[in-house]
């Protein structure tokens, strides 16, 4: 199994994984609409465009509480995005699979922008699609001032949103386009149709299970593991980064901002975290002033698809990563 995860990274990594669709619009004239506007398909190799996250959350009690979640509700629908015009780096390092990837070490993909870079005003972020009951629904995501988003990613212009309940939104495998609004002079409205799919969520985690809490050890082995479900409407091998669902193993410090990231095909079920990596947790938590004793681990099946960020420059050919995470989220102790 990972061998051939490896395989589908390396040959991602080498070519474009999503084709252009043929009437697209020219940016700066009509409306755009389709997965490569204004040039051929996006690479994950291309430069960095910035990145659109939408996560359907189950959370743990700790974690409803400090999302004020209404009694009762223990489910979260949270969209981040923002985007870029340069970057420099042209790009962060992508986190590897098989492994668990110190983000903080390497400033890697997704977890950092650069402090040079230039971000973009898209106009109005709007998602449109089914929710749960199969009705149709759109819903727009605020643009927040200069600031950092959630998981501490800093920004002079992104959106960000959080609504309890899912069902009210989201509907697991299932598709949803994005919509930009446009601004004058500059982003072109542009309509992605079915740019992100939310893969089918885990039918259950185990060791821990969502109310358990560790405790993880330093320099102590932690198992992980998952029930994973059927996605039957996931895209085609070649419209996903990684050529299928993945299975992701976060482990946050307790602010939410991401330390280390561990990937596996999310039909694996299970993971094991290095107890060296734990050790290595708890010293970048350190180095961030934040506690040691405590952390945020999320378990996701994740479906990362990619689009072309429109420019009125055909020369600067940038991804918008477009990544959802179906996600199980605890706070989980520390030795």
């Excluded at 939104?169 to 598709?175: T, Y």
């Excluded at 952390?295 to 055909?314: E, F, K, S, Y």
Aim: include cysteine; glycine fraction near 10%.
């Amino acid at each position: 199994m990972l061998a051939r995860l490896t395989v589908l990274f390396s040959v991602l990594l080498s070519a474009a994984v999503f084709t252009a669709c043929g009437d697209d619009a020219a940016p700066g004239g009509d409306a755009c609409v389709g997965h490569a506007c204004g040039g051929t398909g996006a690479s994950i190799m291309d430069p960095e465009g910035g990145n659109v996250i939408l996560e359907r959350m189950t959370l743990d009690t700790e974690l409803q509480a400090a999302f004020k979640l209404p009694a009762g509700q223990t489910t979260m629908t949270r969209v981040i995005g923002y985007f870029m015009s340069a970057h420099a780096p042209d790009s962060n390092p992508l986190p590897a699979p098989g492994v668990c990837t110190n983000l903080a070490a390497n400033k890697g993909w997704p977890a950092y922008v650069a402090s040079q870079r230039t971000d973009v005003d898209v106009g109005t972020l709007t998602f449109s699609g089914k929710n749960a009951a199969g009705a149709d629904v759109s819903f727009e995501i605020p643009k927040q001032a200069k600031g950092s988003d959630q998981i501490g990613r800093p920004h002079d212009v992104f959106y960000q949103f959080l609504q309890p309940d899912v069902a009210l939104l989201l509907k697991a495998d299932s598709f949803y386009n994005v919509t930009f609004g446009g601004v004058t002079g500059g982003m072109p409205a542009t309509t992605f149709p079915s740019a992100m799919y939310l893969a089918a969520d885990h039918a259950s985690v185990q060791n821990p299970g969502i109310e358990d809490n560790g405790p993880l050890i330093a320099g102590k082995d932690f198992p992980v593991s998952w029930t994973p479900a059927p996605s039957p409407n996931k895209p085609p091998p070649a419209d996903l980064v990684g050529g299928d669902v993945l299975g992701l193993t976060w482990l946050l410090d307790i602010t939410g901002s991401p330390i280390h990231v561990c990937i596996v095909p999310a039909s694996a079920g299970q993971f094991v975290i290095p107890g060296a990596i734990i050790t290595e947790w708890k010293t970048v938590a350190a180095s961030r002033g934040q506690p040691v004793n405590k952390m945020i681990m999320l378990r996701n099946a994740v479906a990362h698809q990619l689009v072309r960020l429109p420019t009125t420059d055909a020369s600067n050919k940038r991804r918008i990563d477009m990544v959802s995470l179906e996600c199980w989220a605890q706070v989980m102790d520390v030795q």
